[in-house]
T-cell receptor, first 109, second 115 residues
Framework: AQRVTQPEKLLSVFKGAPVELKCNYS??????LFWYVQYSRQRLQLLLR??SRESIKGFTADLNKGETSFHLKKPFAQEEDSAMYYC???????????FGQGTELSVKP | EPEVTQTPSHQVTQMGQEVILRCVPI?????FYWYRQILGQKVEFLVS????????KSEIFDDQFSVERPDGSNFTLKIRSTKLEDSAMYFC?????????????FGPGTRLLVL
């Protein structure tokens, strides 16, 4: 079965602190990995995806195939980073995203 | 920047009634999706749709659910006879293509409440 685990429901940090949002996925084929973000009262939007190897808003995510993890990191959190973050592997069969439970990131001043 | 739109934003209905949730995907996109999120739970895949056919559907997407692209712009999700447990936020998404590299763009959601 295809599963995604985001172990932290809520992560609270102070501004300027490093952030790591954890994501583990079950291995089934070769999923592409995405992180989506939902800011307050806004729609789900793509934050970054592994295949692009890009850094968006200072966030990066490293794929560790051995640990089947795709943790999201940022060295210095900002208040505007406060949002819900969803790890979502994409499985090519049927073209579906499988979402994790989400981690609420709260960055305090 | 083009966006996926959804109507209505909120819908309240009585158990057993039919509801139709509407979505207007981004105009040149070819792949369409419905997801739902029950309050406090994860976003769940319902169905993907391409070339006027369902590509894949989840276990949730039973005979009570159907999707349609009635014209060149709308993509609808119909629930034939709503149950209390259908209360959720329903998200429509679209993508230009269906492969691993493609981003799915989400609508703002329709909050459905079944009484």
């Amino acid at each position: 079965a295809q599963r995604v685990t985001q172990p932290e429901k809520l992560l609270s940090v102070f501004k300027g602190a490093p952030v790591e949002l954890k994501c583990n996925y079950s291995y089934s084929g070769s999923p592409e990995l995405f992180w989506y973000v939902q800011y307050s009262r806004q729609r789900l939007q793509l934050l970054l995806r592994h295949i692009s190897r890009e850094s968006i808003k200072g966030f990066t995510a490293d794929l560790n195939k051995g640990e089947t993890s795709f943790h999201l990191k940022k060295p210095f959190a900002q208040e505007e980073d406060s949002a819900m973050y969803y790890c979502a592997p994409f499985y090519n069969q049927g073209g579906k995203l499988i979402f994790g439970q989400g981690t609420e990131l709260s960055v305090k001043p | 920047e083009p966006e996926v739109t959804q109507t209505p934003s909120h819908q309240v209905t009585q158990m057993g009634q039919e509801v139709i949730l509407r979505c207007v995907p981004i105009s040149n996109h070819l792949y369409f999706y419905w997801y739902r999120q029950i309050l406090g739970q994860k976003v769940e895949f319902l169905v993907s749709f391409y070339n006027n056919e369902i590509s894949e559907k989840s276990e949730i997407f039973d005979d009570q659910f159907s999707v349609e692209r009635p014209d060149g712009s709308n993509f609808t999700l119909k629930i034939r006879s709503t149950k209390l447990e259908d209360s959720a936020m329903y998200f429509c998404a679209s993508s230009l293509e269906g492969g691993l590299k493609e981003t799915q763009y989400f609508g703002p959601g329709t909050r459905l409440l079944v009484l």
